[in-house]
């Protein structure tokens, strides 16, 4: 679980380095927070940091920048829940994301973390 306006706040920040080769972000999720990373095709790293109740193993996946925000924007529910179904041996599962009243999901990129 995240608050909605850390989320797009996080975003807003880590985007900064997005180019239009690179427009992708890692969310490491780890217990009691979660983390956004994006590197940019010079190498230049920004990195954000809010809290989060997650209570799985840590993860880390990755997706279009640009599309993960415009998920987020368009809840209504101030917490959001990030949920992952179990990942195939050919692919990585979806994230959910889920708000009181409404829900998204959006695929993975399959991409090693950079750096």
Not at 42 to 58: S, T
Not at 90 to 105: C, H, N, Q, V, Y
Request: some cysteine; proline content about 3%.
């Amino acid at each position: 679980k995240v608050r909605k306006i850390d989320m797009e706040e996080v975003l807003r920040k880590v985007r900064v380095s997005n180019s239009d080769k690179f427009p992708y972000v890692e969310l490491h999720m780890r217990q009691g927070e979660l983390l956004a990373r994006c590197i940019g095709d010079d190498g230049v790293e920004a990195v954000g940091q809010i809290e989060a109740i997650w209570n799985q193993n840590p993860r880390i996946a990755t997706f279009n920048t640009h599309q993960l925000y415009a998920i987020i924007t368009n809840q209504t529910s101030e917490i959001l829940e990030i949920r992952f179904a179990k990942d195939a041996k050919d692919r990585k599962s979806p994230i959910a994301i889920e708000g009181e009243d409404s829900w998204s999901l959006l695929t993975q990129l399959k991409m090693r973390p950079r750096g």
